[in-house]
């Protein structure tokens, strides 16, 4: 256990619609990051926060945006969702500031099916 | 800027052979190197990591891998391996200076019995 939660851990919903994805980092880390991995498309950085602001964005779809709150959780939202939406969605947290060689904690992940 | 490259997305190994999953990193500055290991089903999970200390790094499970400047490389081995090793594995790298890690496209490892 990675001390990283995330929920819900299943999402089936159809297409053009709005999820939510809720992580939570393990106590006291203040960076959180977002990844998306798909058979075809491997593990996507996605974006990353410290400290409830945004430090790096990586290849996130207009479609999606993210935050994070001042208890440090953080929330990824989807939207318009389409069929190539669908992969599984990694929270991960770690201590440090960005520049740190701090690890990242993985949590278990959300896996999202769009139909 | 900083990119990991994996050769072979899939390796097969006979039970107590010996592993070996190979990771090459560009970086312009010195980097810091990370081997993750995903089981089924599970998120990542931190094998072992390279911080500029030692170059030759032991991790959990008895992996290790060899921080190689000259070759830019930074190799995962494991002198046995066991069937409990079959996962997924990613190399990762990172500098002092970057907001995120860069992730490789990840080696399957197959054990055979």
């Known amino acids: 256990d990675s001390g990283v939660t995330q929920t819900p851990k299943h999402l089936i919903t159809a297409t053009g619609q709005r999820v939510t994805l809720r992580c939570s980092p393990r106590?006291?880390?203040?960076?959180v990051y977002w990844y998306q991995q798909s058979l075809d498309q491997g593990l996507q950085f996605l974006i990353q926060y410290y400290n409830g602001e945004e430090r790096a964005k990586g290849n996130i779809l207009e479609r999606f945006s993210a935050q994070q709150f001042p208890d440090l959780h953080s929330e990824l939202n989807l939207s318009s969702l389409e069929l190539g939406d669908s992969a599984l969605y990694f929270c991960a947290s770690s201590p440090g500031p960005p520049g740190s060689y701090n690890e990242q904690f993985f949590g278990p992940g959300t896996r999202l099916t769009v139909l | 800027a900083q990119s990991v490259t994996q050769l072979g997305s899939h390796v097969s190994v006979s039970e107590g052979a010996l592993v070996l999953l190979r990771c090459n990193y560009s970086s312009s500055v010195p980097p810091y190197l990370f081997w993750y290991v995903q089981y089924p089903n599970q998120g990542l999970q931190l094998l072992l990591k390279y911080t500029s200390a030692a170059t030759l790094v032991k991790g959990i499970n008895g992996f290790e891998a060899e921080f190689k400047k000259s070759e830019t490389s930074f190799h995962l081995t494991k002198p046995s391996a066991h069937m409990s090793d079959a996962a997924e594995y990613f190399c990762a790298v990172r500098t002092n200076t970057g907001n995120q890690s860069y992730f490789g496209t990840g080696t399957s490892l197959t054990v055979i019995p």
């Open positions: 106590s006291g880390d203040l960076s």
